[in-house]
C-alpha cells in the first residue's frame, strides 16, 4: 500500500464510478480526471496532513498496478476513524481488501496506538460484512450518519494496547 496523490486519479475515477461503489458506498459526483484529482486532494491527502492516516492505494504485489484503496477514515457522526475499502471490478474476492486490512489494523494499534476501530458498511452489503467479521468486527448498532440517507451497519473492532500485546 501507499499513500495516494495525483498519480492515482485514473484509478480514483474508475473506482468511484464503479457501479458496485455506487451502490454500496455512495456516488460522490466525481465524473472527471480533474475532479478525481481534487478528490484525492480533498480526501487522502488533507487527511494525511491532519490526521496522520487516510486511504491508501492497493496495489498489486506482481504487476504494481492500482487496483483499489483502503485506509481509515474521519466521519462526522462517528466518534473515532473508521476501516474503509474498495476494489476495482475483477478484484474482489482474492484476498486483495483482507491483506491491506490487516496492514491498516496493524498501524492503527501500532503506529497511531489506537484501541478501537470501528467500520460502517450498507446492510445489504454481504461481502463487506462477511469480510469484517473475518477480520475480527463485531456488529454494534444501525446507525444513520449526516449526510447520509440510509441507516449503515456499525461495527467495531477493539485493538490490544501495547501493554496487553
Known sequence: MSD?????AALMLALLNDPAFIRH??????RTLDQARDYL?????RSYAEHGFGMYAIRRRDSGALIGNCGLIRREGLDGPDLGYALLPGHAGQGFAHEAARAVIADAGG?????????IVNPDNVASIGLLQKLGFE???MIVLPHVAH???LFHLH???E???
Open 25 to 30: 458506498i455512495a456516488d460522490r459526483g466525481v
Open 111 to 119: 503506529r497511531l496506538a489506537l484501541t478501537r476501530l470501528r467500520a
Open 159 to 161: 485493538l490490544p494496547t
Open 4 to 8: 495516494r496523490d495525483d498519480a492515482d
Open 139 to 141: 456488529f454494534d448498532r
Open 151 to 153: 441507516p449503515l451497519d
Open 41 to 45: 486532494r480533498d480526501g487522502a491527502v
Open 163 to 165: 501493554a496487553a500485546a
